[in-house]
């Protein structure tokens, strides 16, 4: 199984819009990748390790697939659709990371 | 639910022993925050957004608890033994993020 998470930097003046992002944007994602999407995710940062710092990611979303095979084809024909309604919840450009999940 | 995910930076030199993480290290820091910790999972790194790119964290860890009160009091009291067992399998100085679980 991989990961796609994709991590939204706390920047100074960053908008995040989390309903939308829950609401509308992950369903979009859920049913343009389907079926080859297996699972979705969706975390607020609250802070960093010492009480009262700012956390790295104001927004973390993951999505699981079976493979990086998988993920790709599936979303290469959507991928202008859903990159193109990330401004319409965010200003930050995020930061992707693909990894393997191990436990 | 709050997540707290504690990552691993990609860094020139870094080492990392996945074995150890997840056969070694987890099972302590399960063992020894329960009954407070509701999950544990981990990622290792493949790559970035575009292909034959690195990833920015070589691992994420993730622990799962039902609030950020509950994650500091369970802690605590084992602070030093689990910060003590880094060592073991990194170099890596981890970043640190807590975050509301929302989807």
């Known amino acids: 199984m991989i990961k796609v998470s994709v991590l939204y930097p706390n920047q ?8 939308y992002y829950c ?9 343009l990748l389907t079926p080859a999407i297996k699972g979705v995710a969706v ?6 390790a010492t009480p009262g710092s700012a956390a790295t990611y104001v927004a ?4 699981l697939f079976d493979s990086v095979e998988s993920f790709q084809a599936a979303f290469a024909p959507h991928a202008q ?23």
Not at 12 to 19: E, L, P, R, S, V
Not at 86 to 94: F, K
């Open 12 to 19: 100074q003046g960053c908008k995040f819009d989390m309903a």
């Open 23 to 31: 609401n509308t944007h992950m369903p979009l994602v859920r049913r």
């Open 43 to 48: 975390e607020q940062g609250i802070g960093g």
């Open 60 to 63: 973390m979303g993951h999505l």
């Open 81 to 103: 659709a859903i990159m193109g309604d990330i401004p319409n919840y965010t200003n930050i450009q995020p930061t992707i990371q693909i990894s393997e999940v191990k436990l």
